[in-house]
């Protein structure tokens, strides 16, 4: 089944070149922070670069969807790559002539995330275009795979890079954005040419238009408020709370977390590859079927707060979170239409980005007051609730229309 998908030209270029521009993405993200922490050894400087990894996403995230759905996409993507390698090649030269300073490495990490900020939506965009609906379903889950993949990959990677020396991981970044220009050359595609108002107050126009749009979809304004709620009980009792709750149990916190992740990623990717095999075409039902296994799992670790349960817990995670992770894509693919897709994708990002930094914010504060323990289970259970909610209100609802509409015996 793979295989033949793969004898698609578009679709294996597509994912070699994603793919390997996420590899550089990773591995320039976590060397910014090295660099930083070098130069400056300081604690709020290299959390300031953390900040200016994130902030674009959520001051430039929506108007990159604009942008994405305006400019044609293959253009707009070699563009910006090309635009990516002498800004991260630059911090190579300058660390080798001893130029290197802390707020030129800040003003290039801000600027390679804002460029982020129009690739991804329009990278996202690109897929249902080079594709059949019965093709999307099997290629998300192999893009998706090769994301995680590269997850688990880069830690090993940078080992290596680092016998060598932290700059040498820019090298490495500016190198896969070249071979993803040179994948993006052999993806063909047409699209249709759109005439809009391309102005600042037309950008405000088209991103207002869009929320309008999604309001009045049932599905799609479920899916975003869902997926909202669900990543904001997630992120801090998944991202900083199993960390912490490791540091009470045990004196090696940070492997047996680092081991953690590599369990969960290694069932996120064997869920990943299965799915196509039992699953062809997503819906909400679906979708909200991996919320429960994804609040079951948070809940599971909560309620019984050992070591060994934390695994088993993550192993439930990484089951149920790509299971909606997928849907959610293939809906927003499938229910969007195409002029409007940039900017549903970077509509679910700027949502992500804010529920993510909202958690953590909110939560950092309130673990002051209520146990680890008790946000996990508190948390995993709103997630399990909302889901089964949602999931038996679309059932009854499917039901009564199913009840509802008349039987033609004469067909």
Not at 207 to 230: C, D, H, N, P, V
Request: with cysteine; net charge positive.
């Amino acid at each position: 089944m793979y295989t033949e998908l793969l004898q698609n030209k578009n679709i294996r270029y597509y994912l070699i070149g994603g793919g390997v521009s996420r590899l550089g993405d990773v591995l320039s993200g976590m060397a910014f922070l090295f660099i930083a922490y070098e130069i400056t050894e300081s604690t709020i400087f290299t959390t300031a670069m953390a900040i200016a990894e994130t902030a674009p996403y959520l001051l430039f995230g929506l108007i990159g969807g604009v942008i994405a759905d305006w400019l044609p996409k293959k253009k707009l993507l070699i563009t910006l790559d090309l635009l990516r390698i002498p800004l991260i090649f630059s911090v190579f030269l300058l660390h080798q002539f001893n130029l290197l300073d802390y707020y030129y490495l800040l003003i290039v990490s801000f600027a390679i995330q804002t460029i982020g900020c129009f690739f991804n939506p329009t990278h996202r965009a690109i897929l249902p275009i080079i594709t059949e609906p019965e093709e999307r379903s099997l290629t998300n889950s192999l893009n998706d795979t090769l994301s995680r993949g590269v997850t688990v990959l880069s830690p090993v990677i940078s080992v290596w890079l680092l016998t060598y020396g932290t700059i040498y991981f820019f090298i490495i970044d500016a190198l896969t954005y070249f071979i993803s220009v040179i994948c993006l050359l052999h993806v063909h595609f047409t699209e249709v040419k759109k005439e809009v108002n391309k102005s600042v107050k037309g950008i405000f126009l088209a991103i207002a238009e869009f929320f309008t749009w999604a309001k009045r979809s049932i599905t799609i304004r479920q899916l975003f408020t869902i997926t909202f709620l669900i990543v904001f009980f997630n992120t801090w009792v998944w991202e900083v709370g199993l960390l912490l709750a490791l540091s009470e149990m045990s004196g090696k916190s940070e492997e047996l977390y680092a081991i953690l992740q590599g369990v969960f990623g290694g069932t996120v990717i064997l869920t990943n590859i299965t799915i196509p095999y039992f699953i062809k075409k997503m819906t909400m039902k679906i979708y909200l079927t991996g919320a429960v296994v994804w609040g079951a799992g948070i809940t599971y670790y909560g309620v019984f707060y050992q070591i060994e349960h934390f695994f088993i817990g993550a192993i439930l995670v990484g089951i149920g979170l790509p299971i909606s992770s997928l849907a959610r894509v293939y809906l927003i693919q499938s229910l969007v239409p195409e002029n409007k897709l940039g900017r549903a994708f970077s509509s679910n990002a700027f949502l992500l980005y804010l529920a993510n930094t909202i958690s953590l914010l909110f939560y950092g504060v309130l673990v002051s007051f209520v146990s680890i323990q008790w946000l996990m289970i508190g948390n995993g259970m709103i997630i399990l609730i909302v889901s089964i909610a949602v999931l038996h209100t679309i059932t009854i609802k499917h039901t009564k229309l199913s009840w509802r509409s008349p039987i033609n015996f004469l067909k």
